[in-house]
């Protein structure tokens, strides 16, 4: 393939996950023609992101200090903890300005065919947080497929026994979707779900 | 969306084409997580590659000296001189180990719509290059797109006066294709084109 800086190039960003070799290449043909200020703003931000970025000490989101900014904000509910798998999925929930708690940042699901078992994600950290004493209720909030249901399960069953309250995240038909497309457990779900119509 | 450094690096990385809001955040995430050597032979490979690589003088592939590779190679015939619209379009020639003459790339294809004429082409540095007087035939392998058959006719046009062999490469079935599934125009240029079977 090509020789030099270039190749170096297509092969560092052909490991980068989603990037193939022909997209590798595309990108790299891009940056040699971009200016040269561009390559130096990512560059830059690579570099920033390395140095600066890191994880908050209490509940594992990404943050630029030792506790984030979600964590630092008295105006948020102590007695809610969302449970979510990655720091996207704090991101996806603050989107919808539904929720004033707090988060706590799994770093990923139970799965055991990938090897990674409860010890791999920040549980005993939860934990401690639980026994803190503020903490009331438990909205787990992991993604709605296999792993991230056994998660949910585990949880549950560790907590349910210290006393506080354990909710999951409803499923059901997505808002806007369209009910002949849903997937049969989807709509399984959306039945034995449903709820009265003047609640 | 995400401050500081990581909202930075998601914008920067949005920026590059084929990467959506979606891909750009899976990076940076992945970026975050990677170890620091990985990260840092990715922005050493852009610094190279910013720093280092330029285009040959004489044919406007990718080098990094003066002269490319191909053009210091005094065993390629400078008597065949292979157009071409892209740095990547002589890999894929080179690939076919079919070609030892020289190239030219012109850096694109004619295209009104975008406002690319002729002098926005390599096509000046060309001509200079065929009144050096060793050239004999002049191979147009441009795009079998529109721009890139608009480019090869206006070549044509100008070139062939001057008493140079052009020629265009095939049009036909892909080898290894399915005759079932050739688009209607690669299938009528397969028909006129096609040779007697003892050639």
Known sequence: MYDGALGDLIEELGQLPGIGPKS?????????????????????ALHRVKDQVRFCDV?????????????????RSAELICVVEEPKDVLAIERTGEFRGSYHVLGGAINPLEGIGPDDLRIRSLMSRLQGGETKELIIATDPNTEGEA???????????????????????????????????????????RRDVDS
Do not use: W
């Open 59 to 75: 509940c594992g989101n990404v943050s630029e200090s030792e506790r984030c900014a979600i964590c630092r904000d008295q105006r």
């Open 24 to 44: 590798a290449q595309r990108l790299a043909f891009h940056l040699l023609a971009a200016d040269g200020s561009d390559v130096e703003r990512l560059t830059s």
């Open 151 to 193: 998660t949910a399960t585990y949880l549950a069953m560790l907590v349910k026994p210290m006393g506080f309250k354990v909710t999951r995240l409803a499923s059901g038909l997505p808002v806007g979707g369209d009910l002949e497309y849903a997937d049969e457990v989807t709509l399984g779900r959306a039945f034995s779900g």
